[in-house]
């Protein structure tokens, strides 16, 4: 068994992205969880203690304009822009994935209802798959404005779609299983029937290619505590495609993106641009440790492209050591073979995979577990090397064993 011990470490040797590794606070624990709580970035506690002591302590209320904190929101939006491949001025951060899902469903079923189909555009699709809070809001939402909600599989939109379909609401990469849905073709098969496309990006941003205005994607949400390592809790962001700003019809319109937000007028007026999307005070604690967080994509000058390639090689290689220390038979991959339909994890299917989990998480490698029988491995090439999948690999094998 020594042959892939050898090919990890000249992998990790020849890894452009492998001194990236000492940006991160880390152990002697193999930490394969990072599609749910990235890695602690190890400058971000220096610039918290700042924002406590300083602009807190010191500044006060001053820091809202000193110290930036009002535009917060917006600046660090357009940090993570190029992260998922959009142009500034269309994220804003703030809330959570959950709320933020809600704010873009309610809006998409607006303007597909304003486009001309009105009250026949009654039918909101979502993903049959999806993480259950995306599921649980969407059909809140279905409720709201009058929809019927349909659970289909990404692979029978195609077909679901309709004359009365406002709005289709998928997962980029599915969070059980890591496979990585068509967002191009899906997004056109929404447009060609003169629906609006809502994505779910908490899975790929930070890991992969996304293309949102490539692809002509209309709202995407996402989170920022796994692989862009925000922190627990920080912030979700919402996308809101230039074009559909005007028209963006926010359900939660809080005095944060009102036009005049200390006018305090009775009346509300929405902001222009993506502001529209934010509604309350923004949670400056997190929202600038995410912010410092992003420091290590634009002071090293991490390509997207480069964490692509490194993400594939490090599931290919943890496959391949998968079949070579495991007894056949013990554990079936779900996640996709081919690099086009592969996000960033590996699932293993596995009897008794909770218990399974809770060995490795003993024996100093952490995934985690899906019920009901799925061993979930995350890959964040950021900090992630080829010896930490060889080793997950191999004490998977005895605990198997």
């Known amino acids: 068994m020594s042959e892939p011990r050898s090919e990890a470490e000249q992998l990790d040797v020849a890894d452009p992205l492998a001194a990236l590794r000492d940006r991160f606070v880390l152990d002697d624990v193999t930490y394969l969880d990072g599609n749910s709580l990235g890695a602690l970035p190890a400058h971000v506690p220096a610039r918290v203690d700042d924002v406590v002591r300083r602009q807190w302590g010191e500044l006060r209320i001053r820091s809202w304009e000193e110290s930036g904190w009002w535009t ?31 704010k873009a469903l309610v809006a998409a079923v607006r303007m597909a209802r304003e486009d001309g189909g009105g009250a026949g555009r009654d039918e909101i699709l979502v993903d049959a798959t999806t993480f259950p809070t995306d599921g649980y809001i969407a059909e809140s939402a279905a409720r709201m404005t009058g929809c019927t909600l349909r659970p289909v599989t990404p692979a029978e939109v195609p077909s679901a779609l309709g004359a009365r379909t406002a709005a289709v609401l998928l997962n980029h990469v599915d969070y059980r299983t890591g496979r990585l849905h068509d967002l191009p073709a899906l997004t056109r098969a929404v447009h060609a029937c003169g ?69 305090m007028r009775s009346a509300y007026a929405p902001a222009s641009g993506a502001v529209r999307g934010r509604v309350g005070t923004p949670d400056i604690l997190s929202l600038l440790a995410l912010d410092a967080a992003l420091d290590v994509w634009d002071e090293d000058g991490v390509s997207v492209a480069a964490v692509r390639a490194k993400s594939l090689a490090l599931t290919d290689f943890f496959l391949r050591c998968v079949e070579a220390y495991v007894p056949a038979g013990r554990v079936e991959s779900v996640t996709p073979a081919a690099h086009a339909e592969r996000g960033s994890q590996v699932a293993l299917r596995c009897d008794d995979a909770g218990e399974v989990m809770k060995r490795l998480i003993e024996g100093g490698v952490v995934g985690d577990f899906r019920a009901p029988d799925v061993l979930r491995f995350g890959f964040t090439p950021l900090y992630v090397g080829f010896a930490d999948v060889e080793r997950a690999a191999r004490v998977l094998a005895r605990t198997l064993g």
């Open 72 to 102: 917060a929101p917006e600046r660090i939006g357009d940090r993570i822009a190029p992260l998922v491949g959009a142009a500034s001025g269309q994220i804003v951060v703030g809330d959570s994935t959950s709320v933020n899902v809600f």
């Open 195 to 263: 629906a609006y496309a809502v994505w779910d990006l908490c899975h790929s941003a930070g890991a992969l290619p996304v293309g949102l205005d490539e692809h002509g994607v209309d709202l995407a949400v996402g989170c920022t505590y796994k692989y862009l390592n925000g922190g627990p809790g920080s912030p979700a962001y919402l996308y809101v495609r230039r074009d559909l700003q005007p028209r963006f019809d926010s359900p939660l319109p809080g005095w944060n993106s009102h036009a005049e937000p200390f006018g």
